[in-house]
């Protein structure tokens, strides 16, 4: 039995244009359940739309960053290339849903939870992180597009969760204007997830994204995740 794809409007601002990043629909399962449901996104993310249109190869980057030296994904249609941490995975041949173009996932769990994919997690957390383009942000509406777009993709994942604002910064991703934002998603007995988005203002018409979501904040997962998204550059 398949799950249906979930009813969810879209938001009428960037990133994507006329379009809020809409993260994939989970697998089968108990509605409530998506903290489960991350790691099947996880472990299906990119249930496949014919024929994707990112194209990605690889690069080394010895820049001094926490992922220096790290393969690169390297993103044509976002117009961005990003870090992939030991133990993350990208698959070029699958296609994404979505306003996304290309995609990294851990499948690492969590021992508490009990979401780790062979039932025997090892504290490292399950973690995604998703690239994607859209419409011209002006640097002036960063801030305002970025919060909300982050907390859509909570609100998405996490249905009836809290999350606190940790951080919303100014920022810049090869010399062009950006913004960041970071989450943390209460999801109540399905514990404490981790968000984080940043958006950038790549061209005069044109953004790009990186969203990034840890299953388990505060663990290495998570600190793989902001990294990944430290290390976007513009191409």
Do not use: C
């Amino acid at each position: 039995m398949t799950t249906p794809p979930l009813a969810v409007p879209p938001p009428s601002y960037p990133p994507y244009p006329g379009h809020l990043p809409v993260p994939p629909v989970p697998p089968a399962g108990r509605p409530r359940n998506r903290r489960a449901a991350v790691t099947g996104v996880v472990a299906a993310l990119v249930l496949a739309l014919a024929g994707g249109t990112a194209t990605a190869w690889w690069l080394l980057r010895d820049d001094g960053s926490p992922l220096a030296g790290r393969p690169r994904v390297t993103d044509s249609t976002a117009g961005l290339s990003y870090a992939v941490p030991k133990g993350w995975e990208h698959d070029e041949k699958k296609g994404l849903i979505g306003a996304f173009t290309s995609s990294i996932t851990t499948k690492g769990g969590d021992k508490d939870s009990g979401t780790a994919p062979d039932g025997d997690g090892d504290g490292h957390g399950s973690g995604v992180v998703l690239a994607g383009r859209g419409g011209p942000v002006p640097q002036s509406e960063l801030k305002r597009q970025t919060e909300r777009a982050a907390r859509s993709n909570a609100e998405f994942f996490y249905p009836d969760s809290r999350t606190t604002l940790e951080e919303s910064r100014e920022t810049t991703v090869s010399d062009r204007p950006a913004h960041t934002v970071t989450l943390t998603v209460d999801a109540g007995k399905q514990g404490t997830a981790h968000l984080r988005m940043t958006v950038i203002a790549a061209r005069p018409t044109a953004s790009a994204f990186l969203l990034g979501l840890a299953q388990s904040a505060g663990t290495p997962g998570q600190q793989e995740v902001d990294a990944v998204l430290a290390s976007a550059a513009v191409k």
